[in-house]
């Protein structure tokens, strides 16, 4: 991955029937290209005559959960469903990125302040990383 320092490992799973299952991310987009090189130097380092195995080599898909806080940064003014540690679920377009900590922005309808009625509201909330249980990209289709 030295070749290419703006892809990243982000799961990589070695199963009892030798298949290897290799999920990348980028700071940019992961493309086809990208996963053959990698996969094709995976395999030129791994002796197959010696071991037998399978190899997958993919990008992470958009419904693909974020695990590390370097895939958040690409997905500034999407709109993300983050669900804490203590169980509350947050939904809001990713405003702001920071060494510990995101931003999400959402508008909310709440009761008139005096007088009946409705008012949209935008509201804002930040959440640390240690904060974070899941983190995905909601798709809009």
Not at 15 to 38: F, H, P, Q, T, Y
Not at 42 to 61: K, M, N, P
Request: glycine fraction near 6%; proline fraction near 4%; aromatic fraction near 6%.
């Amino acid at each position: 991955m030295e070749e290419h320092p703006a892809i990243f490992l982000v799961d990589l799973k070695i199963a009892s029937d030798r298949s290897i299952k290799i999920i990348l991310d980028g700071d940019v987009e992961v493309n086809v290209k990208d996963c053959i090189n990698i996969s094709r130097a995976i395999e030129t380092a791994l002796d197959r005559d010696a071991h037998d195995f399978s190899l997958e080599v993919a990008s992470a898909g958009v419904g693909s959960p974020l695990k590390f806080p370097r895939q958040y940064h690409k997905n500034i003014g999407r709109k993300l469903e983050v669900i804490s540690k203590d169980g509350l679920k947050y939904e809001g377009a990713l405003t702001k990125v920071e060494s510990d900590a995101i931003q999400l922005e959402w508008k909310q309808r709440e009761p008139k302040p005096i007088g009946k009625g409705k008012v949209t509201v935008i509201k804002n909330k930040t959440l640390t990383f240690d904060e974070i249980n899941q983190t995905r990209v909601m798709v809009k289709f």
